[in-house]
Each structure stands twice: as structure tokens, then as C-alpha cells.
């Protein structure tokens, strides 16, 4: 698979930023000087703004520690197999709707915490719930439970969007393989 060919200094400071901050959530700290020698066009914005960026992660992490979702808990009929990734509003897993025997995608919030996050997230469900396209994965089903409001879509297999911005896959192979 060849990378695709970009100069570093096509990426911006918001994409070093998103990139970081998606890494400490996962728990992993980037060395911010690897980073500001590897974006010298960025260098004093990487230097100054990332550490900053990271306190104020810890800060909130400390605050707001969402519920924990275990490999093999049950969420909304799935059963939890690995988590998958994390976004601003929650986290997806990949689980088996055991009911149909079949693997899925959950994205999970916590209930606790902001009444505006969940109203969004179930506006989110429904719009998605409508939409027929290829290119928007389908929603089999919504709801919530004590802990968590959850989405179950359909589980595509393939590159995340960080893969694909930082030259680990190659966007031209991932659409020849969609029906």
C-alpha cells in the first residue's frame, strides 16, 4: 500500500491538536518535542499550545470520570468485545447484538453529566436512523439503560479517519472494497 504523498506543512495546528489530544485519551502521551520537530512551521504553537491543552484534559478527567464499560458487559442486548475508539461525545466498541447473533458497532455515552450531550446524542441516533446512504453507516437500533444512552450501527470494517490523515491506510484501497 503506498502512503499518500502530503507535505507536513499541509497539516495545521488544530490537526496536531486533535491528533494529541485523541492519543491522551487512549493514554498515550506524544512527545510534544518529536511533534514541533516534525511540524518546524508549527513549532512555537506546538510547543506552547499542547502542554496547556493536556492540563486542561487531566483536569477534566479528574472531574468527570465516565463509567467504566468492561470487556463482556452487556449493553443494550450487546455484549462489549473491544473498544474501537473515542470521540468528543462518547466512545464506540465493537459488540455482538446477541439477540441476531451478529457482530456491531455501539457508540456509548454516559447518562450522568450534560442534559445538552445526551439530547444531542439521541438527536444524533434519530437523524442517522433516517438516512439511507452508502457512504453513513445504518443504525439498527437506539435506547439507554441505567448508565448509558447507546446507538447500534452497523460495524464496518476497515481504516479509522486518523488512519487515513496520517498516512496509515490508503483512502483508493477502502473504496474498492464497499459493495
Do not use: W
Request: glycine share 8%; proline share 6%; charged share 25%.
Amino acid at each position: 500500500m503506498s502512503k499518500p504523498s502530503y507535505k507536513p506543512s499541509d497539516i495545521s495546528c488544530s490537526n496536531i491538536a486533535d491528533m494529541y489530544i485523541s492519543e491522551l485519551r487512549r493514554g498515550v502521551e506524544l512527545p510534544i518535542e518529536v511533534l514541533a520537530q516534525t511540524f518546524p512551521h508549527l513549532a512555537d504553537q506546538i510547543r506552547g499550545d499542547l502542554p496547556a491543552l493536556a492540563l486542561i484534559e487531566r483536569s477534566m478527567e479528574k472531574k468527570k470520570k465516565p463509567p467504566t464499560v468492561k470487556t463482556s458487559q452487556l449493553i443494550g442486548g450487546c455484549r462489549i468485545i473491544r473498544e474501537l475508539g473515542r470521540g468528543a461525545m462518547g466512545t464506540v466498541y465493537e459488540a455482538g447484538q446477541l439477540d441476531v447473533g451478529r457482530s456491531v458497532a455501539l457508540k456509548v455515552i454516559p447518562l450522568e453529566g450534560n442534559q445538552r450531550a445526551i439530547e444531542r446524542f439521541e438527536i444524533e441516533a434519530k437523524a442517522m436512523g433516517r438516512v439511507d446512504h452508502p457512504n453513513i453507516t445504518p443504525v439498527y437500533f437506539n435506547g439507554h439503560d441505567k448508565k448509558f444512552a447507546y446507538i447500534v450501527m452497523k460495524l464496518i470494517h476497515g481504516a479509522s479517519i486518523y488512519d487515513l490523515q496520517h498516512g496509515r491506510a490508503d483512502y483508493r484501497l477502502l473504496s474498492k472494497r464497499r459493495p
